[in-house]
């Protein structure tokens, strides 16, 4: 065993801890414990998805316009069944989508570099669909931006060694979404530079710099950790933006069904796909 699986380990460890900390139990949530189940729960998928082993497809005849939904989780995660709530909703609402949500290779073994290909390779099995959206919550928001980087720019493409398959987003949401991997937090810039995009190709092209080439919808809170990322972001960034100030809301809040700003948040998304 080589020093850096030990290392490995230990970062992998505080990572962890940390997730648990600020992502579960973020400090404005700590007094209201007995109010809030502070996790997303695991729902069921609608009757008209069909499930597979590193995908889900909400479908119907003949739609021409497909939903991807990009997953949180801090590259470490992969659970779609806590996606699925707010995709049920999205589901029924937006009748004239498609909706997918898929599984990309976690960090214990395989780099963000790993992550991007295997949506690469996802993506490439729906090119029937006319028109494309996304959406992505967390650590999700940052790998839907890096991949419409390199979309819309075949330098980036190659520097961070990513084929362009041709598929392009009219419009995007981010949901509690990470920006870049450049945090105000020491702590966190070591863990990005040292794990979480270590043995990833110029790491820091992941990141929504310059990326102003289609609409956005930021939805956010001020109680959940990443809103100071969020608040930098959208100062210099043109985008459509709701923030919910005052509520003491938990970073996974969009995917929770029980909050009315989560109802609200869904509503604003429907609105916002069908204007764009």
């Known amino acids: ?23 579960i139990i973020p400090a404005p949530m700590k007094t209201s414990l007995k109010d809030f189940t502070l996790a997303a729960s695991e729902s069921d998928p609608a009757t008209n998805a069909e499930v597979k082993d590193l995908y889900t497809l909400y479908s119907r005849p003949n739609n021409k ?21 707010i995709l049920n909703a999205l589901n029924d609402a937006l009748i004239e989508f498609d909706v997918l949500v898929f599984d990309y290779p976690l960090r ?4 963000v570099h790993d ?6 390779k996802i993506l490439e099995q729906f090119y029937a669909y006319d028109e494309y959206y996304a959406a992505g919550f967390s650590v999700g928001a940052l790998l839907m931006g890096a991949f419409m980087q390199k979309e819309l720019n075949k ?4 520097k961070v060694d990513v084929p362009v398959i041709g598929i392009q987003f009219k419009a995007i949401i981010s949901l509690c979404g990470v920006y870049s ?14 794990y979480i995009m270590r043995g990833t ?28 990322e969020t608040y930098k972001f959208t100062k210099s960034t043109a985008c459509e933006l709701k923030v919910f100030q005052g509520a003491l809301l938990p970073h996974e809040f969009p995917l929770m069904l029980e909050f009315p700003e989560t109802k609200e948040s869904i509503e604003s998304v429907i609105e916002f796909l069908r204007a764009n």
Not at 155 to 158: L, N, P, S, T, W
Not at 181 to 194: P, V
Request: net charge positive; with cysteine.
């Open 115 to 120: 992550a991007m290909l295997a949506t690469n």
């Open 155 to 158: 330098e980036i493409a190659r």
């Open 65 to 85: 316009k497909l939903l991807v939904w990009f997953q949180g989780g801090t590259f470490l995660l992969n659970n779609r069944k806590t996606s699925y709530g």
């Open 201 to 228: 190709p110029n790491p820091h092209l992941y990141s929504y710099h310059g990326l102003l080439s289609v609409p956005l919808l930021v939805i956010s809170a001020t109680s959940e950790f990443l809103y100071t």
């Open 108 to 111: 214990f073994s395989h780099s």
């Open 1 to 23: 065993m080589t020093l850096w699986y030990f290392v490995n380990i230990i970062l992998t460890l505080i990572l962890i801890i940390l997730s648990v900390v600020f992502i």
């Open 181 to 194: 991997m450049k945090f105000d937090c020491l702590l966190l810039n070591l863990i990005s530079r040292l």
